[in-house]
C-alpha cells in the first residue's frame, strides 16, 4: 500500500511540476522556444496521474470487513488480526 500512496504522490507532483512547466512555456514563446524542449517536461503526467490513482482505488483492506466480526473475542485475537496486517505486536 505503502508504494501506491507513493505512486500517487509522485504523479501529483509530476502535475504540479508540468503546470509550473507550461507557464515556463508560456515565457518561453517569447523567444519562440518549441514546447517539446522545455526542461522536465512530462507529457504523460495525467495519465500517470490517472494509472496510479486507479491502482489505488482498488486496494481492499481485508482486516476492516474482519474487526466488526471480532466484536466478542478476546483482546489477544483482536491484537492477532492487527498484527498479520502489520500492526502493532505488543502485548501491552
Do not use: R, W
Not at 501529483?12 to 526542461?39: D, F, R, W
Not at 490517472?50 to 474487526?67: H, I, W
Amino acid at each position: 500500500m505503502t508504494a501506491v500512496v507513493a505512486a500517487v504522490n509522485n504523479a501529483m507532483n509530476s502535475i504540479g511540476v508540468n503546470s509550473g512547466l507550461h507557464h515556463g512555456y508560456v515565457n518561453a514563446l517569447k523567444k519562440k522556444t518549441p514546447y517539446a524542449e522545455v526542461p522536465l517536461l512530462n507529457q504523460n503526467a495525467k495519465a500517470d496521474l490517472n494509472t496510479v490513482v486507479a491502482c489505488y482505488e482498488s486496494l481492499t483492506f481485508p482486516v476492516v470487513n474482519d474487526l466488526p466480526k471480532l466484536i466478542n473475542a478476546p483482546l489477544s485475537k483482536i491484537k492477532e488480526a492487527l498484527f498479520l496486517v502489520g500492526g502493532e505486536s505488543s502485548t501491552e
